[in-house]
């Protein structure tokens, strides 16, 4: 496995290797020692989510401050944009994102770790987004912080009037969003 950093350092890109030949291919898409050393973490994994989306859907930014979630992203068909977003106040990089673009024909993977909102914008016709997550989800501690905030400047492409659930729309800007400290 290939790790890169990105331009927030605690956020990794993940590339497996690819072992593929006319008749396809395979990859270990996770494996929990490799992980740890990799990213030179000890984070264990308890949940794992799949969702799917059509093109232009907008899920995020999302995070809980209680039972806060790591989270290690890939894409199993189409692709996306996904974004990380710093929201630990005590950070340098505090409000600052990377975005990585995701597919099933780059096999990448996202590292979120606790402490960042997340969301994704779909690029493809559709796109089978599956993540796991270090804590489980816990609703009543979910937090939105809204995907156009100016404060945080996401470069989201294609995205001049994404479909957004209820939530989404509703969700706070950054200076008056719920950090962690």
């Known amino acids: 496995m290939k790790v890169t950093p990105t331009a927030i350092a605690d956020v990794l890109i993940i590339e497996p290797k690819v072992f593929g030949d006319a008749r396809g291919f395979f990859y270990e898409s ?7 050393e990799a990213t030179d973490t000890n984070y264990q994994f308890v949940q794992d989510n799949h969702s799917r989306s ?23 068909r189409g692709a996306v ?6 929201i630990r106040k ?11 673009e995701l597919s099933e024909e780059n096999h ?17 016709e559709t796109a089978d987004f599956l993540y796991k997550t270090t804590d489980y989800y816990a609703p ?6 809204l995907w156009n905030d100016s404060a945080i400047g996401v470069e989201w492409p294609e ?10 729309e509703a969700g706070k800007r950054l200076d008056e969003a719920s950090v962690f400290d």
Do not use: M
């Open 30 to 36: 996770f494996n929990q020692k490799a992980f740890n």
């Open 54 to 76: 059509a093109k232009g859907v907008l899920r995020g930014l999302h995070y809980q401050i209680e039972h806060p979630q790591g989270k290690l992203v890939r894409v199993a």
């Open 81 to 86: 944009f996904d974004v990380a977003v710093d």
């Open 90 to 100: 005590s950070s340098a990089t505090f409000g600052k994102w990377v975005g990585v």
């Open 108 to 124: 990448r993977q996202l590292w979120v770790p606790p402490g960042f909102a997340h969301g994704f914008l779909v690029l493809s």
């Open 140 to 145: 009543v501690y979910e937090h939105c912080i």
């Open 159 to 168: 995205a001049t009037a994404p479909q957004l659930s209820t939530k989404d």
